[in-house]
C-alpha cells in the first residue's frame, strides 16, 4: 500500500442523476398538491405557499406581520392555545415571508397529522390579529431590529439589496423602526383576506405520507375560497444605485468589516443561468474555490468567503460576501477583483474543473437524499416556473461545460465595473 | 431503533458502522475525544486551532480537501468542549478515498508552518465575527469564568482570549497531536450504503497500521459544588440590557440529566412554554426568553436567558423569573404538561435521526458517552422521567446557592 497515491474513484460526472418524481393532484377548490412520498423515518412535511410575500403589500412590513401573526390567535383559539395545540404534539408549525410567497408549514410525526391539519385550517380560515398580540409582535421586532442593527452584517446585507434593486423594490426594500410602529391591525386583517383567504396556495407534502393523505388534505382545505388564476407576478422594474461604492460607518468599535460585491443578473430562465451556476461554484460557490483558497486558506483575512447566485424569481443578483479584519479589508476587495480577472484572461485547467464538477454533481447526489430535500427541489422548480427539464439541463451544464465556455462567461458577467461595492465597519 | 456494528481493531481504533441501503451516499465520521476541557488555562482555543490545522496537509498527502472534492465529497468538523468531531459525506462508491485521507491525518500531520500561520489568522477572524464584532457576542465569556472555578468548562472552545490563539507555536501543535489524535483515543464511524465486511477489510488496511500511541487519561479538576450565589454586572455597548441566569446541573450520564432536560422544555420550549408565556405574552417584561443547556458531557449548566423590554427594571425582570420557578418548586406540572416535553423529545429525535450524516454523529457520540446503544433507549429514559422527579430535581437545581446571575447593561456611552 503506497499512501501517497489515491484509491481509485468513479468520477461524479458518470452518475446519472434521478430527481424523483412528484405526484400532483388537486383539491375540490382547485388548489394544486404536489406529494413526494418517501423516506424511513415517520414524519410528514407539509408547507403551504401562498403568494403574500412583500410584492403584494402596500405598506412597508404589513406581509411579513401578517405571515407571523397567523400563529396569534383564531376565534376559536388564542396565541398560547394555537402553540400549545402544535407543542403538544411534538410538532413544528412555522411561519416564513418570503418576496412573493409566504410559507405556513408544518412538520410532525405522521401518526399525529391528523390532529393538526384542523388547527393549520383553522390558522388560515379564521385568524383575527388582536390589537394586543400586534402591539407585543411590534414591540418585540423593534428590540430585535434595534440589535440587529448594531450588527454590521446585518447592515451590509440590507443596504446591497437595496443598491442592486432599489430601495422600493420588494427585493431592495427594508423596515426602519418607524415602519413597524405604523402597523395597524386594519392592514394585517385587509392582507390576511386579500392574500389567504381569497388567496393562492399550493401546497408541497412530503414525507412518510398516509394513506387517506388526499382525502385528509381535502377535508381541510378544499373549500377554501382560493383565487387560483389571478395574482401572477408582474415583474417589477429595478432602481439600481447610481453610485456604486459605499463604506459606511456602523460602529465606531468595529474590529471587522462587512464586505458585499453585487451585480444584478438575469433569473433562473436566462440561458446562461445554469452555466453561471458552475463558474460561480468556481469562483466562490464551496469551500475549494477561488475565493476560499486565495483569500481564507492562503491569506487569513477571514473565516469565510462566498459568491452565490440569489435565489429570487423576478430577476437575481450575483454576491460576493464576507466578513474580513478591519485592516485588510481593502486587501480583501483587490483579490476579489483579482479572481474575476484571472477567470476572465487564464482558461481554467481540466483538472480544476473535473474537479467542481464532481463536487458539484457529488453534493447534488447528497441533496437529494431524503424526502424533504426532493420536495425542496421541486418547490424551487415550480415556483419559479420552470420544470423537471430544468433539473436536467443544470446536471448537463455541471457536466458539459467547458473552459472555454467558461472564460466567455467571466467576461460577460465578471465586470468590475457592474458590481456594487460595500464595507459596513 | 438505529443498528449497527462494532468491532476494535488491534491499535484501539473503535470501529462502528451502520448500514443504510435507502441512500446513494457514504459518510465517514472519526470523533476525537478531545475538546477544549483538555486545554492548559494558558494556552486556550488550541483544540479548536488544531480542528482547523487537520485540514492543512498530513504526511502523505499535501491537501485534505481537492481529492476528497474530486471524488464527489464534501466535510467539516467542529469542536466542543468535550469533543472534536470531523465528517465527510461522498458517493458511497468513493469511500476508500475517505479511509484513505482520515487514516492518513491520524497517522501524521504535515506540520506545516505555513498551514499554522495563516490558520491562526483564520481562527482570528473567526473569534472576531462571533465573539467580538457582534452585540451580546462575549456573554458567554463571561458566564464562563463566572459559573466555573476550578473546572476547565471556565473558558470558551475559540479561547479565552486571541493572545493564546496568536500564541500557539508548531511544538504545541506536534505534542497536541501527538498526546490527543492516536486510534485508541478516536472513534470511527461508518454510515450509509456500504457492507460491513468491506468496511472492516477497509479500516484494517488503512487504519491498522496505525501505531496505537499511548491512551490519554483525563485528570480534569473537579467543580466543587458551589455554595453562595454569584452575581455580576457588566456594561456593554449593546442596545437592550439582558438577563442571565445560570445553574449547575448533571453530567451527561447521569440518570437526572434527563429530568433537567424536560425542566428547559416545560420553562423555555416554544411558544407555549411558561416563561415564554408568561414573561413575554402576559407581562411583557421581555422581548425573548430561553431556557436551555449545551448537553455537555460533565456537569453543564441550566441556563435563563433574556432581553428585556426597554423600560423594564432589571430587579422586576429577575423576580418575574424567580415567581416563575418557585411556581414549578411548589405546584410542579400537570400530566399533560410532561406529556408534551416527552412527545417533544420523541419528534426531534425522529427528525434529527433522518439524515444519515446526523446518524453517524450521534453514533459516535453516544459511544464516546459508554455505548453508542445509548441512542436507542434514550427515549425511554426519557418517557420514565416523572412529575414528582421534575418538582423534585426543581428544587435542587434552582437554589439559590446554586446561581449564577449576570446583569448585561445596554451602555450607550461606551461606543
Same mark, same amino acid.
Given at each position: 500500500?503506497?499512501?501517497?497515491?489515491?484509491?481509485?474513484?468513479?468520477?461524479?460526472?458518470?452518475?446519472?442523476?434521478?430527481?424523483?418524481?412528484?405526484?400532483?393532484?388537486?383539491?375540490?377548490?382547485?388548489?394544486?398538491?404536489?406529494?413526494?412520498?418517501?423516506?424511513?423515518?415517520?414524519?410528514?412535511?407539509?408547507?403551504?405557499?401562498?403568494?403574500?410575500?412583500?410584492?403584494?403589500?402596500?405598506?412597508?412590513?404589513?406581509?411579513?406581520?401578517?405571515?407571523?401573526?397567523?400563529?396569534?390567535?383564531?376565534?376559536?383559539?388564542?396565541?398560547? /392555545? !394555537? $402553540?400549545?395545540? @402544535?407543542?403538544?404534539?411534538? +410538532?413544528?408549525?412555522?411561519?416564513?415571508?418570503?418576496?412573493?410567497? &409566504?410559507? #405556513?408549514?408544518?412538520?410532525?410525526?405522521?401518526?399525529?397529522?391528523?390532529?393538526?391539519?384542523?388547527?393549520?385550517?383553522?390558522?388560515?380560515?379564521?385568524?383575527?390579529?388582536?390589537?394586543?398580540?400586534?402591539?407585543?409582535?411590534?414591540?418585540?421586532?423593534?428590540?430585535?431590529?434595534?440589535?440587529?442593527?448594531?450588527?454590521?452584517?446585518?447592515?451590509?446585507?440590507?443596504?446591497?439589496?437595496?443598491?442592486?434593486?432599489?430601495?422600493?423594490?420588494?427585493?431592495?426594500?427594508?423596515?426602519?423602526?418607524?415602519?413597524?410602529?405604523?402597523?395597524?391591525?386594519?392592514?394585517?386583517?385587509?392582507?390576511?383576506?386579500?392574500?389567504?383567504?381569497?388567496?393562492?396556495?399550493?401546497?408541497?407534502?412530503?414525507?412518510?405520507?398516509?394513506?387517506?393523505?388526499?382525502? /385528509? !388534505? $381535502?377535508?381541510? @382545505?378544499?373549500?377554501?375560497? +382560493?383565487?387560483?388564476?389571478?395574482?401572477?407576478?408582474?415583474?417589477? &422594474?429595478? #432602481?439600481?444605485?447610481?453610485?456604486?461604492?459605499?463604506?459606511?460607518?456602523?460602529?465606531?468599535?468595529?474590529?471587522?468589516?462587512?464586505?458585499?460585491?453585487?451585480?444584478?443578473?438575469?433569473?433562473?430562465?436566462?440561458?446562461?443561468?445554469?452555466?453561471?451556476?458552475?463558474?460561480?461554484?468556481?469562483?466562490?460557490?464551496?469551500?475549494?474555490?477561488?475565493?476560499?483558497?486565495?483569500?481564507?486558506?492562503?491569506?487569513?483575512?477571514?473565516?469565510?468567503?462566498?459568491?452565490?447566485?440569489?435565489?429570487?424569481?423576478?430577476?437575481?443578483?450575483?454576491?460576493?460576501?464576507?466578513?474580513?479584519?478591519?485592516?485588510?479589508?481593502?486587501?480583501?476587495?483587490?483579490?476579489?477583483?483579482?479572481?474575476?480577472?484571472?477567470?476572465?484572461?487564464?482558461?481554467?485547467?481540466?483538472?480544476?474543473?473535473?474537479?467542481?464538477?464532481?463536487?458539484?454533481?457529488?453534493?447534488?447526489?447528497?441533496?437529494?437524499?431524503?424526502?424533504?430535500?426532493?420536495?425542496?427541489?421541486?418547490?424551487?422548480?415550480?415556483?419559479?416556473?420552470?420544470?423537471?427539464?430544468?433539473?436536467?439541463?443544470?446536471?448537463?451544464?455541471i457536466k458539459s461545460i467547458d473552459a472555454n465556455e467558461i472564460m466567455a462567461l467571466a467576461n460577460r458577467y465578471l465586470q468590475p465595473a457592474h458590481f456594487y461595492e460595500l464595507v459596513v465597519y | 431503533m438505529i443498528q449497527f456494528e462494532r468491532f476494535t481493531l488491534e491499535n484501539g481504533l473503535r470501529v462502528l458502522v451502520h448500514e443504510d441501503k435507502s441512500t446513494p451516499m457514504a459518510v465517514v465520521n472519526v470523533l476525537y475525544d478531545v475538546g477544549a476541557k483538555d486545554e492548559h488555562p494558558e494556552k486556550t482555543g488550541f483544540a479548536h486551532l488544531f480542528e482547523h490545522l487537520m485540514f492543512g496537509g498530513s504526511k502523505n498527502i499535501p491537501v485534505y480537501d481537492e481529492p476528497l472534492q474530486l471524488a464527489g465529497g464534501e466535510n467539516n468538523a467542529f469542536t466542543t468542549n468535550d469533543l472534536t468531531n470531523y465528517y465527510c459525506q461522498l458517493p458511497a462508491e468513493n469511500i476508500e478515498t475517505a479511509f484513505w485521507l482520515e487514516s492518513d491525518r491520524m497517522l501524521s500531520l504535515a506540520f506545516s508552518k505555513k498551514s499554522l500561520e495563516v490558520q491562526r489568522k483564520v481562527v482570528c477572524e473567526e473569534f472576531k465575527e462571533h465573539y467580538i464584532n457582534k452585540p451580546y457576542g462575549e456573554v458567554w465569556h463571561q458566564l464562563r469564568k463566572l459559573c466555573y472555578t476550578s473546572h476547565p468548562y471556565q473558558w470558551m472552545t475559540i479561547g479565552a482570549s486571541l493572545q493564546h490563539v496568536e500564541d500557539a507555536t508548531l511544538d504545541d501543535v506536534k505534542a497536541f497531536f501527538h498526546k490527543h489524535y492516536t486510534p485508541s483515543n478516536a472513534i470511527l464511524v461508518v454510515a450509509g450504503n456500504v457492507d460491513t465486511a468491506h468496511i472492516r477489510s477497509l479500516s484494517e488496511k488503512w487504519f491498522g497500521p496505525i501505531p496505537s500511541g499511548t491512551k490519554y487519561v483525563r485528570h480534569l479538576p473537579v467543580e466543587p459544588p458551589q455554595t453562595a450565589p454569584r452575581k455580576l454586572e457588566v456594561k456593554a455597548a449593546v442596545p437592550l440590557d439582558a438577563l442571565y441566569k445560570c445553574w449547575h446541573m448533571y453530567s451527561r450520564t447521569d440518570h437526572r440529566y434527563y429530568t433537567a432536560d424536560l425542566i428547559t422544555d416545560i420553562l423555555g420550549g416554544g411558544g407555549s412554554s411558561r416563561l415564554f408565556q408568561s414573561l413575554v405574552k402576559e407581562k411583557k417584561l421581555f422581548s425573548n426568553i430561553d431556557c436551555y443547556h449545551f448537553g455537555s458531557t460533565d456537569a453543564g449548566l441550566l441556563t435563563i436567558e433574556g432581553k428585556l423590554v426597554k423600560g423594564v427594571s432589571m430587579q422586576e425582570a429577575e423576580s418575574a423569573i424567580e415567581a416563575e420557578l418557585i411556581k414549578l418548586q411548589s405546584d410542579g406540572i400537570t400530566a399533560a404538561e410532561l406529556e408534551k416535553v416527552k412527545n417533544k423529545t420523541e419528534s426531534a429525535m425522529a427528525f434529527e435521526d433522518m439524515s444519515i450524516m446526523n446518524r453517524a454523529a450521534s453514533i459516535a457520540m453516544y459511544e464516546l458517552l459508554g455505548d453508542a446503544d445509548l441512542m436507542n433507549t434514550e427515549l425511554s429514559r426519557y418517557h420514565a422521567v416523572t412529575i414528582d422527579q421534575i418538582k423534585s430535581e426543581s428544587r435542587v437545581i434552582f437554589n439559590e446557592n446554586n446561581c449564577n446571575t449576570m446583569y448585561y447593561l445596554s451602555d450607550n456611552s461606551i461606543l
Open positions: 500500500m503506497n499512501r501517497k497515491i489515491a484509491p481509485p474513484i468513479k468520477d461524479a460526472v458518470e452518475y446519472a442523476l434521478a430527481l424523483k418524481p412528484y405526484d400532483h393532484f388537486e383539491l375540490d377548490n382547485g388548489i394544486p398538491v404536489y406529494t413526494v412520498h418517501a423516506g424511513a423515518q415517520e414524519v410528514v412535511q407539509i408547507e403551504m405557499v401562498f403568494y403574500a410575500g412583500n410584492y403584494f403589500e402596500q405598506q412597508k412590513g404589513v406581509a411579513a406581520a401578517t405571515n407571523f401573526l397567523l400563529k396569534n390567535g383564531t376565534s376559536q383559539r388564542n396565541a398560547f /392555545q !394555537l $402553540n400549545e395545540a @402544535f407543542d403538544y404534539y411534538g +410538532a413544528y408549525c412555522n411561519r416564513s415571508c418570503y418576496n412573493e410567497t &409566504a410559507v #405556513l408549514s408544518l412538520h410532525t410525526l405522521t401518526k399525529h397529522l391528523h390532529h393538526l391539519l384542523p388547527v393549520m385550517e383553522e390558522m388560515i380560515t379564521d385568524s383575527i390579529f388582536s390589537a394586543a398580540e400586534l402591539e407585543i409582535y411590534q414591540q418585540n421586532v423593534i428590540q430585535r431590529l434595534r440589535v440587529n442593527l448594531q450588527k454590521a452584517e446585518f447592515v451590509a446585507g440590507r443596504l446591497i439589496d437595496a443598491y442592486v434593486y432599489g430601495p422600493s423594490h420588494p427585493y431592495g426594500v427594508y423596515s426602519q423602526i418607524e415602519d413597524i410602529e405604523r402597523l395597524t391591525v386594519e392592514a394585517c386583517q385587509a392582507f390576511y383576506r386579500n392574500y389567504y383567504l381569497q388567496g393562492k396556495c399550493i401546497l408541497f407534502v412530503s414525507g412518510n405520507l398516509p394513506a387517506d393523505i388526499r382525502p /385528509q !388534505l $381535502n377535508r381541510h @382545505f378544499g373549500a377554501l375560497s +382560493a383565487r387560483q388564476h389571478s395574482l401572477a407576478i408582474q415583474p417589477m &422594474a429595478t #432602481l439600481p444605485a447610481a453610485e456604486k461604492k459605499y463604506c459606511i460607518q456602523n460602529d465606531p468599535k468595529a474590529v471587522q468589516g462587512a464586505i458585499r460585491i453585487a451585480a444584478p443578473f438575469p433569473n433562473r430562465h436566462h440561458p446562461d443561468f445554469k452555466k453561471v451556476a458552475v463558474l460561480n461554484s468556481l469562483f466562490g460557490g464551496f469551500f475549494g474555490s477561488r475565493l476560499m483558497s486565495n483569500i481564507r486558506e492562503d491569506k487569513g483575512y477571514t473565516y469565510g468567503i462566498y459568491s452565490y447566485l440569489q435565489n429570487h424569481i423576478q430577476q437575481s443578483a450575483w454576491v460576493i460576501s464576507t466578513e474580513a479584519g478591519k485592516d485588510v479589508c481593502d486587501a480583501t476587495i483587490q483579490e476579489v477583483y483579482k479572481e474575476m480577472q484571472r477567470l476572465r484572461e487564464e482558461k481554467v485547467s481540466d483538472d480544476e474543473l473535473l474537479l467542481v464538477r464532481n463536487y458539484m454533481i457529488g453534493g447534488i447526489l447528497g441533496e437529494l437524499d431524503g424526502p424533504f430535500q426532493i420536495m425542496g427541489r421541486w418547490k424551487n422548480i415550480l415556483l419559479n416556473n420552470l420544470d423537471e427539464q430544468y433539473f436536467y439541463d443544470s446536471v448537463e451544464a | -
